[in-house]
């Protein structure tokens, strides 16, 4: 039986550590929480997620959507978990965070072949090794990275939105509706005047953020900011503009007031965070501002004056290797090749994403790189992915899906929804013609 060493238990250790292990090798997982944690953890749970609406849609006529359909057909181990642990969203797989991760937790350490070790591992020997620690990777494994590939390491920072409780929120004000009506109600929307839009958008503009310093100088020093566009913090929104965030996070667009039948100048939407319904996000309100400022500027927002926080928004730094310049086609060190490399740490941006790439690196191991070549067409969102991983460019960034990674379609489509559907439907034929 052959034998696989793998550090870190998030979403893409564990969908690798269960495809070796039904492929009949021995794994040896190695996840350094509860005893070390990081500065967006909360549990010493696998597969923890930060946000309930991390796996994103479920729509095929979306490219996050796609990819879930290509792993389903790849024979992914996770999302059918995420399924079971689901709560209402919409269109979109949003899951019960705390219900997904100790179940994942529970299914791995009961799994056939999978041993798991609570440690930190700081060195990287001889042994076939999957490094998928994500962008909280501690110093000290950072640090033997960097003495294996030089000074090819990147990163930037990430933020997370508030959590409220459900009690304290004004239901007199805010409404649940889906926008134009379509589908299920799942988010509860907080309607601004015109005039309560500005003071909300200027005392973000003078609020009081947390300073580098404080918290990621511990780690690195001479720090920059650069964010992931996706999770721009609010404030940084707001001081592009005063009208930023209307047409942007906040637009109002389809959401009629039942109080007045017409659209508000700007809304914010609230998503539940579990099936119960107890806790809400609060939706594009990433934000790096200090807690106190947080509670003030946030009870602002129409409905909810009296707002409770069950977790305030943070700041957090979010690592990454430079891939196509220190990684082989099949994602392993060109200065280490006993060493893959897997999830955001890869250069992949979001959940679902991490979920392929540890399938990914599984699949180039139990079977050659070739037939990986062959299983993952040009046409579909994972074979794309992957060759972001591997393809050098004028400036790597990390990548999440979508459409445009694709080839184009062989006839000029006009309607975008039937492009997208189009896309997609060329993508799981292909896929499973490759199988």
């Known amino acids: 039986m052959k034998t696989i060493k793998i550090i870190g238990a998030g979403l893409a250790g564990c969908e690798a550590a269960l495809q070796f292990a039904d492929n009949n090798w021995q794994v040896e997982l190695y996840e350094m929480r509860p005893g070390k944690q990081t500065e967006a953890h909360q549990t010493g749970n696998f597969a923890e997620v930060v946000c309930s609406n991390s796996l994103k ?25 995420a399924e079971e642990c689901s709560v209402p969203a919409g269109s979109a ?24 070790h609570r440690e930190e591992v700081t060195t990287l020997g001889d042994e076939l090794t999957i490094v998928a620690t994500g962008p909280l990777t501690s110093k000290k494994l950072i640090g033997e990275l960097i003495n294996i590939i030089g000074d090819e390491h990147l990163y930037f920072f990430d933020a997370i939105a508030p959590i409220i409780t459900s009690e304290s929120i004004d239901e007199s004000i805010i409404y649940r509706k889906t926008r134009y009506n379509k589908g299920e109600a799942d988010y509860l929307n907080c309607p601004f005047s015109k005039d309560e839009y ?30 992931y566009e996706n999770c721009t913090p609010i404030e940084e929104l707001a ?5 930023t965030l209307r ?28 099936n119960s319904k107890t806790s809400y996000n609060l939706v594009g309100c990433q934000t790096m501002l200090r807690y106190g400022e947080q509670k003030k500027i946030f009870r602002l927002i129409p409905g909810m004056q009296k707002a409770e926080f069950v977790r305030y928004g943070s700041i957090h730094r979010n690592t990454y290797l430079n891939g196509p310049h220190i990684l082989n086609v099949d994602l392993s060190l060109k200065n280490k090749p ?71 379609l062989k006839e000029r489509v006009r309607d975008k929804k039937l492009r997208k559907q189009m896309y997609s439907e060329r993508a799981i034929k292909d896929l499973q013609s490759s199988l």
Not at 392 to 400: A, G, R
């Open 198 to 227: 500005y003071v909300f958008v200027e005392a973000l503009n003078e609020a009081k953020k947390h300073e580098a310093h404080e918290f990621e100088n511990k780690f690195f020093e001479n720090i920059n900011f650069n964010f």
């Open 239 to 243: 001081r592009r503009g005063k009208d």
């Open 338 to 408: 006993n060493v893959f490399i897997a999830g955001q740490l890869a250069g992949v941006e979001g959940y679902v994403e991490s979920i392929f790439s540890g399938l990914l690196v599984a699949k180039s191991l139990v079977e050659d790189i070739g037939k990986i070549n062959e299983l993952l067409p040009n046409t579909t969102i994972s074979g794309q992915l992957w060759k972001h991983l591997i393809t050098v460019q004028k400036k790597f960034q990390p990548m999440n899906a979508n459409f445009g990674l694709l080839p184009p």
């Open 57 to 81: 849609s479920k729509l095929i006529t979306t490219a996050s959507g796609l990819l879930k359909a290509e792993l389903k057909i790849l024979g992914c181990k996770l999302l059918p978990i």
């Open 93 to 116: 797989l949003a899951v019960d965070r705390n219900i997904f991760a100790e179940k994942v937790t529970k299914i791995i350490q009961n799994y056939p072949n999978i041993n798991v």
């Open 247 to 274: 047409y942007g996070v906040m637009k109002p667009v389809g959401l009629d007031d039942p109080r007045t039948g017409r659209w508000s100048y700007a809304v914010i939407q609230l998503r539940a965070e579990n």
